[in-house]
């Protein structure tokens, strides 16, 4: 914008100074040149006056007398100097006093009585004045002016006007340099406003400045910020709420898993609805969280030791179900892999994708857990694969929140999906390689970039 601004404004000063300069300096040489020729048409008349009385003779006189001719000399002679135009009076018998001149159409038409000026071929200009009266026949007073006697002083005023000229461009570039410099300040203070608008920093505010219109987009952008920090409290509340609201049927099936005659059954169903209740309470104390992550840094979280936990856990349903659940992840010796994501959810992603398998294959269909690591091991991620024995996903269909082609609400795979852009990283949907279907989760290291939008994901088929 700052460039764009500057190239406007030159453009712009370089065609009215021009369309104001060019006429000046045309008009300062014009006016030069008619100052030159007055000045030198009022000395050929000077002149032609001295000679009328040093010539004087009457009608049928001879030639001039040696006498007058050398006063009409020496008056010539004093009419040329350094610097002065030249001066030669050309006598009725042809004879030239002062400065050789030749006898040319002009000079004849002159001595008729008419005196002119004519710029001759070779540049210049000439005023010719005539002389009647005198001995001899009408004399012409010849006074020639050169190129640069009669344009003296217009390289100076050009000099002049050029000056002004770069200095007004000077000037305008420097106010339309001070002008971009404010428009790109504003804007890019706007920019980063909304920068961290879309980092999830719903604090930041624009400080509204500079031109009126940036002025109203910092007001709309801080409305902006202000509707969607109402819109994510409303939503936070209501799932915090809607959670709550499961603590009572919770509490009721604890009672009843405790009035269970079988000890065992009482006591694995009573560990299920633990498992719920701390299920609820991560709801609502996640609903309860800052928007704002606090300073701590990035969460972290080791994905194959999560995903073994979670596969123990799911293995006892897998094998009254008659499933094979196979997990495939770096021992805890092999060292961690290392992603962005808290455990928590982490888990929870996990329980989704297994539970996922559950839900939408029949009994005795196994499934594969594999963990790896990232290629680029420095900056760690990794990359879980689930691969079930089931009829697998439509063909041509993508499951994505409140559609998952199974008469679900979608919503767990989109806790996958969620939790795999918050690190930085994807999830890819297709099929296994026995028909079933196989979603791969990949997620960022530690280090990797949040990224702005984490309200929805693409995935690839």
């Known amino acids: 914008m700052r460039r764009s601004i500057l190239l406007v404004t030159a453009a712009t000063t370089a065609l009215v100074l021009a369309a104001l300069l060019v ?65 030669s009076v050309i006598l009725g018998d042809g004879a030239v006093l002062g400065s050789p001149a030749p006898v040319t159409d002009a000079v004849r038409l002159a001595r008729y009585g ?36 009669l344009y003296a002083g217009t390289l100076a005023s050009s000099l002049a006007f050029a000056g002004i000229g770069a200095g007004l461009m000077l000037l305008g570039l420097l106010f339309a340099d001070r002008l971009g410099a404010r428009l790109v300040r504003s804007t890019r203070r706007l920019a980063a406003v909304a920068d961290r608008l879309a980092g999830g920093d719903l604090t930041a505010r624009a400080e509204p400045s500079g031109p009126p219109e940036l002025r109203l987009v910092a007001r709309q952008l801080n409305h902006l910020a202000e509707r969607i920090h109402g819109f994510l409290t409303a939503e936070r509340e209501n799932a915090a709420d809607l959670a709550h609201r499961l603590r009572t049927p919770v ?15 009482a006591e694995r169903i009573a560990a299920d609805v633990a498992a719920l209740e701390r299920s609820v309470d991560d709801v609502i104390r996640t609903a309860r969280k800052p928007l704002r992550e606090d300073g701590s840094g990035p969460p972290q979280a080791d994905l194959a030791a999560v995903t073994r936990a979670r596969a123990d856990f799911w293995l006892p349903l897998a094998e009254d179900q008659g499933r094979t659940l196979e997990c495939t992840a770096p021992a805890p010796g092999g060292g961690p892999v290392l992603v962005r994501a808290d455990e928590a959810e ?109 309200t929805g994901a693409s995935a690839t088929v």
């Open 23 to 87: 006429p000046l300096s045309l008009l300062a040489r014009s006016h030069a040149a008619d100052r030159a020729t007055a000045d030198a048409t009022s000395r050929a008349h000077s002149l032609a006056t001295g000679l009328g009385e040093a010539l004087a003779g009457g009608p049928g006189s001879g030639a001039p007398a040696p006498a007058a001719r050398h006063a009409a000399a020496t008056l010539v002679t004093s009419a040329n100097g350094p610097g002065l135009p030249r001066t």
């Open 251 to 265: 509490a009721a099936l604890r009672l009843d898993a405790e009035g269970l005659r079988d000890p065992a059954e």
């Open 346 to 454: 982490l888990a929870a992603a996990v329980d989704a994708l297994i539970g996922n398998v559950f839900d939408h294959t029949p009994e005795g269909a196994g499934m594969r857990l594999t963990v790896a690591p990232a290629a680029d091991r420095a900056s760690g991620g990794g990359r879980l694969t689930v691969e079930d024995e089931g009829p697998g996903f439509p063909a041509g269909h993508v499951p994505a929140r409140g559609r998952s082609g199974g008469g679900s609400t979608g919503l767990g795979l989109d806790i996958v999906r969620r939790a795999a852009r918050e690190s930085g990283g994807t999830v890819e949907f297709g099929g296994a390689a026995g028909g079933g279907a196989r979603i791969t989760a990949s997620f960022g290291g530690p280090a990797a970039r949040r990224p702005a939008d984490t």
């Open 114 to 149: 008419r005196a002119f000026t004519y710029e001759p071929s070779g540049g210049g200009r000439t005023v010719l004045v005539p002389v009647q009266g005198v001995a001899g026949g009408t004399a012409v007073v010849h006074v020639a002016l050169s190129d640069e006697q």
